[in-house]
Structures are given as structure tokens and as C-alpha cells.
């Protein structure tokens, strides 16, 4: 069963777990981690708290061969995790377009974390995808991960616009 046959408003769709939910998500809080394997967690944890201003939440040694590192803001319903396995190591391989996109709503706040990002080692490259040139900035770590950063407010109305050619 798709995510099709979970209709929640005219343009939208709700995930299997919602409507699971009877579509009540207010009792239930929902937290995200994006784990990267990367070839150094200790550096990419210094350069994303630098660049994003985050901080270091919980880090693990040699935990079933796995080491890592979980940074974010404790106020965030996500962070981001950074592992390195021992036994098997591998090689990152993201593509131009694994991005993590933050919003800076105002030109201000986006200059700083922009100034942010270049100080932390992250290079300046161009977006694979044209649309994150027109209000953002991209950035490359040293795994090549991208981050975006767009100055403009993100909503749920704005996503409906580009959904609804999809599909």
C-alpha cells in the first residue's frame, strides 16, 4: 500500500504512521537522526558544530566495532550522527544531490552562517540542482556530503507548490 491511499488534505499526503495514528500526531513526539559513515568522525563533528553552530550530544568508542558522534542543538528534533566502522571500514560516496538544507529566514542570519561554514573548512560548490543557487549557498565537507544553505522560510504551503506537478 502506498503513501497514496493515506489523503489527509487536498495536495498533501500524510505518512502510513499518521493515518495509522488516526492522523493524530499532537501526543507524539517524532525525532529524526541522519547517520553518514565518514572517514573521520571526530573532524566532521568539529566542522558541522563550527559551521552550523551545533554542539557535540553523544559520542561512542568501539560500540559492536562501530565509533561515532551525534551532534545537533538540544532544542532540535533532529541531529545528525557520524560513524566510522573498524572492521569494515568503507569509503563515503554521496551523490550531488544528499543534501541537508537549512533555512535562515532572514539575509543576516544566512551571511553569518555562510561566513560560519567557509571558516569550518566546508568548500563553496555549486549546486547540482539549479534551484539551490537562486536563494542558497552549497557546501561540500571532506566526504563530499552537502549542505545547503537557503535564505528564505520553509513551510509546508511553499512544498505544496512544487508537489503538485509530481505525480
Not at 40 to 63: I, K, N, Q, W
Not at 69 to 90: C, K, N, Q, W
Not at 96 to 109: A, I, Q, R, W
Not at 152 to 163: C, E, I, K, M, Q
Request: proline share 7%; with cysteine.
Amino acid at each position: 500500500m502506498g503513501l497514496e491511499h493515506f489523503p489527509s488534505k487536498p495536495g498533501y499526503t500524510v505518512c502510513a504512521l499518521a493515518a495509522a495514528n488516526g492522523g493524530d500526531n499532537r501526543n507524539m513526539r517524532q525525532q529524526l537522526r541522519i547517520a553518514r559513515p565518514v572517514t573521520d568522525p571526530a573532524r566532521t563533528a568539529e566542522m558541522y558544530c563550527h559551521g552550523l553552530a551545533l554542539r557535540v550530544l553523544a559520542s561512542f568508542r568501539d560500540h559492536d566495532g562501530f565509533d561515532g558522534i551525534m551532534v545537533g542543538s538540544a532544542e532540535a528534533d533532529y541531529h545528525l550522527e557520524f560513524t566510522r566502522s573498524r572492521r569494515h571500514p568503507i569509503t563515503p560516496s554521496p551523490t550531488p544531490e544528499d543534501l541537508l538544507v537549512f533555512y535562515y529566514p532572514t539575509e543576516s542570519e544566512w551571511r553569518v552562517a555562510c561566513e560560519r561554514m567557509e571558516a569550518a573548512g566546508f568548500q563553496a560548490v555549486g549546486a547540482f540542482n539549479p534551484y539551490w543557487n537562486v536563494r542558497g549557498r552549497s557546501y561540500a565537507d571532506a566526504d563530499g556530503y552537502r549542505v545547503v544553505l537557503q535564505q528564505s522560510v520553509w513551510t509546508p504551503d511553499a512544498g505544496r507548490l512544487l508537489t503538485d506537478s509530481i505525480v
